[in-house]
């Protein structure tokens, strides 16, 4: 009986989410994106009452719901798709069939999901992965880096840096006919992040440096300094990403302690030692006019947390904390934002940081992107928006890689 009800409380809120909850008017197929957005609610509802009954943690109903998407290796008559290790980091391979000439560009692919979910295997990675090797021509390889709070910082980066020169081994690129020339980094949301710190700390490497061609950041997270920027308030509830379900995973990576995301939902987490960092931020600075709606930048209020998180501040973390000759040495670089995303802000700044220093950057900003489409670009939920962003992706790197 309990259950019943319980169920037809959430069928009904469901209901009112289809059809209250405001969606921004620019959106292409209106109800679809929706019901995808009322089930990403429901979803954390959901595992909030899990946690709150004592039966699960939050993100372990997350991170199930996430697993139902895994698939298989499954080759194709295109591509040659295998599971195997790195080191002991679970890789899949994307090799494509067709006899080649020469030899083929290679891309590392490092998948999103706040550090805490997500992995290769889910349908949508996959059938990306999959997609870029076939129109490419490329080999790509994919990999699932150990995920918080079981593995804090920094093991998600170390993870992707063990995975990256692993392959950037001449004997590695060999076996695969991977061309050394033409390798680049890829990442999407959280994946991004990782991508771009990768990248940062690779450029000091001379062993590895001179193979990386190219990044590709696809709405990149590159700060937890600020998470009050224009476009966390904007988009603070979605559509698909929440400002608060963003900040639960996300802390996650560097703790368990639920002090730490109420503090960073009052933006309050950043001690006075911490300041001169804020400059990195400044949204007065880096963003177009149109996003600063004759506003300006305010400092968040200075915080005090009781435990130190060392990593909160680190640019392992937030690789927009490094400063303009760091920045220069940086690859050719792709970055793609969405509008209605609370990361945009975090992209649109990287984007302005990359360019003051004259790194070569391609910018999409799409108009009417959403945090995480790429994540519905296959059946059941199809949107053409998901599409249409794996489909910049790739025509850049055709052109670029
Ligand atoms: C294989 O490649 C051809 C040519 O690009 C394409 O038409 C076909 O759909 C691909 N097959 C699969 C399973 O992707
Ligand atoms: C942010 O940048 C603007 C423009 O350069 C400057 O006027 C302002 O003082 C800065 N704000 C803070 C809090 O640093
Ligand atoms: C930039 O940061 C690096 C690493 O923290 C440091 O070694 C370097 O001196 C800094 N450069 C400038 C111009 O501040």
Redesign the pocket.
Known sequence: MRNKILCFGFFFMFLAYLIYVPIPENIEEPWKVRIVDAGMKISSLVAILLENMGLMKFEEFLVILARVQDTRPVS????TVIDTDFGDIPVRLYLPK?KSQRQRPGIIFIHGGAYALGSFKMLPYDSMN??TA??LDAVVIALDYRLAPQHPFPAALEDCIFVIKFFLQDKVLEKYGVDPTRICISGDSSGGSLAATANQLLQDDPEYKNKIKAQTLLYPKVQTLDTLTPSYREYEHGPFLSRKVAIRLACLYLTEDKQLPKTVMRNAHVPQESRHLFKFVNWSDFLPEKYKKNRVYTEPIIGKLTESHPGLMDSKISPLLVNDSQLQKLPLTYVLTCEHDILRDDGLIYVTRLRNVGVPITHDHIEDGIHGAILFATEPLYLQVGLRLIDKYIIWLKENL
């Open positions: 194709d008559e295109n591509i067709r999959r997609r076939n129109k």
